[in-house]
């Protein structure tokens, strides 16, 4: 079963705009956390922003910052003030609890973002 | 910074050939993972690592082997390439630590190995 559901393939946002990016998640732990990637048309996939399941306030790095919903199991990206290189794919991930010796994620479908001058 | 190289970024294959896909990373890390990416799913486990000699089935192992003999360098081979393994290849690498306030334990990616196999 899906455990990361991204319902929008792709979406357009005005510059200078903020725009959301939705995620839901099933999981059964209580310990866990979310991750979001970007991957520009490089190709390399860069590392956005994390939430841990405890941690009590929203995460925010610069203009990413993430809407934790923990009883909805939903992780929004917000992007503000949208800039042209902001165009990309854009992927939420979860690591379930932490196992001896690793962590590994899975990933959802992924949203593109085309942010339009 | 981390760095995750892999060893091509566009291979071509024929059906049948043996295919190995190395991947190395510079910063010690214990954990590292072999995914592969299709449009519309994301990306997609194949194998993992935890550390020298050790290895984990992913989501979707079949038709793939790993081998990780050296810390720093993990290969993810196709013993018998398949039209169906034309894909984004990507490498990643992670720090590991049970203490998540002090880290995330981020993954790390390479920039990626699109490979077709005709």
């Known amino acids: 079963a899906q455990k990361i559901t991204q319902t929008q393939p792709g979406m357009f946002v005005q510059e200078k705009e903020a725009v959301t990016l939705d995620c839901t998640y099933d999981?059964?732990?209580?310990?866990?956390?979310l991750f979001w990637y970007k991957q520009p048309s490089s190709g390399e996939m860069i590392f956005l922003i994390y939430?841990?399941?405890?941690?009590?306030q929203n995460a925010t790095e610069g203009r990413y910052s993430l809407n934790f919903q923990k009883a909805r199991k939903s992780a929004n990206l917000v992007i503000s003030a949208s800039q042209l290189g902001d165009s990309a794919m854009y992927f939420c991930a979860m690591r379930e609890a932490i196992k001896a010796a690793g962590n590994k994620l899975t990933f959802g479908g992924g949203t593109r973002v085309l942010v339009k001058p | 910074d981390v760095k995750v190289t892999q060893s091509s970024r566009y291979l071509v294959k024929r059906t049948g050939e043996k295919v190995f896909l190395e991947c190395v990373q510079d910063?010690?890390?214990?954990?590292m993972f072999w995914y592969r990416q299709d449009p519309g799913l994301g990306l997609r486990l194949i194998y993992f690592s935890y550390d020298v000699k050790m290895k984990e089935k992913g989501d979707i192992p079949e038709g793939y082997s790993v081998s990780r003999e050296k810390k720093e360098r993990f290969s993810l081979i196709l013993e018998s390439a398949s039209t169906n393994q034309t894909s984004m290849y990507l490498c990643?690498?992670?720090?590991?630590?049970?203490?998540?306030?002090?880290?995330?334990?981020?993954?790390?990616f390479g920039p990626g190995t699109r490979l077709t196999v005709l």
């Open positions: 990643a690498s992670s720090f590991f630590s049970p203490f998540t306030r002090t880290t995330y334990n981020e993954q790390f």
């Open positions: 939430q841990g399941s405890y941690d009590e």
């Open positions: 999981t059964s732990d209580q310990s866990y956390g």
């Open positions: 910063m010690d890390h214990e954990n």
